[in-house]
């Protein structure tokens, strides 16, 4: 059944037009991802759908009685409420129905045997159809629904309590979207859910628009989100609409199999034009009639031709690989039982990471667990907090932390750059910014002007140009659109550097990291993979922690765990004594080798004291090391 359909659809604003003759049809139950750059007309076409814009053209149908919910991206909620109240006026209606019943179950309780047998059947009739139509209305469970939304998008119980005007404005737009979700719209329109959404929150997003009876459209850069929801893409490019049928990741195959087509084409039309050109000068340059006639003919015929539109194409063909100018050691970063608090609330503590040259990390977590204060105590940005932070050698840091402090301004876009690489060409710095999507005029922007998609693009590649050699990225990706996305993962994967990156974006951790930190309370997890092997990991260590805990009581689990962290930090206390040993060997074998050096010199021959004494030195650190191996081969086997 076809719940939704435009026909030609065409807006202009001013004298230029956003979106032309675009048509599509949706039907019940489909789930649709709508994509395009930034400015494309998508939230255009969601105004008018939803006829907050008249189109100056086409038509819009929807089918009868289907109700149509929206969630726009950047909404403000102002509402003295506490999130739970707000969320029961959806319900006002089940709620006064509620009340009937109570008001009419105590009428219905107090009737004596010398009332009216006929009032009393017509109570009792009524009661019957209030209470139907109570059950219609999921009055027996809209309370409990309240509850499984508000959770599932990363409320607290405690939360539930909070007036609204007190939250942050990524917490308001979670409450905007509860609302929305509880009040049963048959198509819903979703305009970036997944921003403020932690890990979870977006999976179980993910789990609830699979489960939705009715239509979806989502404009959403989040391409593992769209990847797990919509099964077509609508397109928006060019002021045009294509539509591809799959999801994400298939739309970019069948995507680059169109492009690459697209580009043939371009390519021959391009061929024909100069070929057709080059005739009709030729047949001019005979100058007889008859040739100049034809000349014409050929001029008519070129001009009838059917224009072929050069192709939108990423600029990505040429992979730069992005070398730090100073190289560090091996050793990057080593945090040993890292704790903090604010204002006495533990935020985490025992959180042990270590990083070498060239990794690339990830570290996620749930919102408001202390992901970026992880990364600002790192970067001495935050000094208090207890345990150790050691860097290796040569190591520099560069902090992206999203609000882009570092730009000037006042500077051009090329300038920004330049300014810290003065030894670089023109053409190498324009280049650069081509490869970050800064082309032909864009380059002479003023900083001070520029999106935030657009400040973020400029400050990560002015990041990746400085001395620094390892990059701190607090979600680098957030504001940026799937092609500027695209770039940046190219840039870092091909980065010789070494990156920790916070981020809630599964694609991008999936496609850049090869390690993963999962940040609790309690300390940080490791996983040696990328997203996908982390999700496949944490589900069979559940499905082992379920299989153990079964018939357990709570306080054999938590003493369990309990046990579990201590023997977490005696295997930490285990590698970090075997480190401290395995450097000890060396220095040990290291004077070794540099006395049988001296013995070996013809210096030392005529030397009989010098002799004894290097001896002597050699049988003392011979002995030592074998002590000191002897205790390595024990914690080893231990």
Known sequence: MI??????????YIVENVIENISFTIHDNEKIGLIGLNGAGKTTLFNIITENLEPDSGEIYRAKGKKLGYLKQNISLDSSRSIMDEMLTIFTDVIKLEEQLHELSHRISTFTEEDSPDELESLMKFYGELSEKFEELDGYSFKSNIRGVLKGLGFSEEDFSKPINILSGGQKSRVMLAKLLLEKADILLLDEPTNHLDIEASMWLEKYIRDFKGAVIIISHD??????????IFLLENKSLTVYNGNYTEFMKRRKIDLELAIKQYEEYEKEIERQEEMIRRLHAYGS????????????ALERMRKVDKPTSNNKKLVL?????IKSGRDVLKAEDI?????SREIFKNVNLNIYRGEKVGIIG???IGKSTLLKIIASILKEYQGNISLGHYVQIGYYDQEQISLNDENTVIDEIWDDNPDMTYY???????QFLFTGDSIYNIVGELSGGEKGRLSLLKLMTSNANFLLLD???NHLDIDSKEVLEDALINYEGTVLVVSHDRYFLNKVVNKIYDLSSDGAFEYLGNYDYYVQKKAELDEEDEEETKGKTKTQINAEKKKEREMIRNRQQREKAIKELEKEIEKYEDEISQIEIMLCQPSTYSDKFLIIELNEKLNIYKEKLEKLYSLWEEFLEN
């Open 3 to 12: 719940v939704l359909s435009c026909n030609n659809i065409s807006k202009a």
């Open 223 to 232: 391409r593992y989100f769209l990847d797990n929801t919509v099964s077509k």
């Open 289 to 300: 009639k008859r040739n100049i006639r034809q000349a014409f003919s050929r001029q008519k």
């Open 321 to 325: 690989k992005f070398s730090p100018k």
């Open 339 to 343: 704790s903090i608090s604010f204002n």
């Open 366 to 368: 749930p919102n408001g």
């Open 428 to 434: 190498e710095i324009r280049t650069l910014l081509g």
């Open 475 to 477: 979600e680098p990706t």
